[in-house]
């Protein structure tokens, strides 16, 4: 009878994980228009030989005016030469020339917190979902990344080493990637996303979910923390991202807690020093915050519930803070009750937060941690015109061009980019916008990149050419 009975169970919970995927399949289907005939096919680069773009006003990422009208000359992957005088060219050679039309051309954007597998995927069906069919869908979402100009992501938890290998190739379509892999909690820590049926925990017994599709990996001591740290780098890691405080999404621990011990983060720092990279941390509270920086790490995600002696800190270790602007109601939707309130709780820090990093002049990172939401993906350009509560329009596209590309620098010799990101210099990687306005004057033009970003180029090749003939 009792076999009977589980049997029985086992069937129901696979009628209605079906029913789930069918629903949220449809939900996916409308978010992405996967089903709609004559929806966007995706977006084929146009590269080889050189392009030259002439009659552009440059905004290099970090001064906050732009250039005189100039000429950019892109030859493969790089930045040979800007100049405000003509470029010259041999009429037979291979070189593609763009008239800007005195239009803005700037550096691509680039988001330094991101997760392309959990980004437009609902948890529903992460949870229920064959990795494979995922993995189609972080695809699909990376290509939506790059179409709103962003061409390089810092992905910091998520199984997304083949996407980006594939992306790399050309086999796919989407931004750079620097991951991170599997993000590393302790037991009950904000990556510990086990179910109740899945405790207790026992040594060498099977892996939960998460880390199965390698989204998490627990450990709780130095030494496990040392192991799961060198597996990610194993795996191609560009930076470990480790989880040190109580998270939103997380049911089971308060968002005050302090995670992990000193010598358990310091061992993930080890690891990652002697790959020449470092490690960053999800904390919210100035305990977890003060504790990760005691143990060498380089960089805090988050951090809406700082004080001001932590945010001191930060400065005065050079301590990069990467900040996001959350402050939207209608993510509190789809939350349980407990995650509401914490949510609350850093919707009502991330004002206070963003003062003290300007007042203290803290190395200030752009991200967005979008998540489960292919809409609320989609808004990603109007985060950072989001950032103008505190920061001026030339301010907040630095942070998010070349300040982000420093950032992004710190994988050391592991950097799977090496050159420089977020900026129109000569010798910097070819990750540019023709933008059809001055988003210097009106950042909100980043909000729509389908009608604004005219051209849209990374690593040389054009992925969106829109531009007027």
Sequence with gaps: MMVRMLKLMLHLWVVLAALLLGSYGAILAQDYELAAPGSTPFATPVGGGATLFRNVRVFDGKRPT??????????????????????????????????????????????????????????????????????????????????????????????????????????????????????????????????????????????????????????????EVRLRAREQLRQGASQIKLMAGGGVASPYNPIESTQFTEPEIRAAVEAAANWGTYVTVHAYVPRAIQQAVAAGVKCIEHGQLIDEPTAKLLADKGIWWSLQPFLEQDELAEMSPVSHQKALQVFAGTDRAYKLAKKYNVKTAFGTDLLFDAKLA?????????????????EALKMATADNGELMALSGFINPYPGRLGVVEQGALADLLLVDGNPLENIKLVEDPDRNFLIIMKNGAIYKDTLPR
């Design 66 to 223: 732009l250039s005189a009208p100039a000429s950019v000359l892109i030859s493969g992957n790089t930045i040979e030469r800007i100049s405000t005088s003509p470029i010259a060219i041999d009429k037979n050679a291979n070189v593609r020339v763009i008239d800007g039309g005195g239009r803005v051309l700037m550096p691509g954007l680039i988001d330094a917190h991101w997760h392309a597998f959990m980004a437009g995927t609902p948890v529903m069906v992460l949870m229920t979902a064959d990795p494979s069919y995922l993995q189609l869908l972080a695809a699909r979402q990376a290509e939506a990344t790059l179409m709103r100009g962003f061409t390089t992501v810092r992905d910091l938890g998520g199984p997304v080493f083949g996407l980006k290998r594939a992306i790399d190739e050309g086999i796919m379509i989407g931004p750079r990637i620097y991951p991170s892999g599997a993000f590393i909690s302790q037991t009950s820590g904000h990556g510990d996303f086990r179910f109740s049926f899945e405790l207790p925990r026992m040594p060498g017994g099977p892996l939960s979910h998460s880390e199965v599709i390698g989204v998490a990996a627990i450990a709780d001591s130095p030494d």
């Design 378 to 394: 989609s808004r990603q350009g109007a985060r950072l015109a989001e950032m103008v509560r505190w920061y001026t329009p030339a």
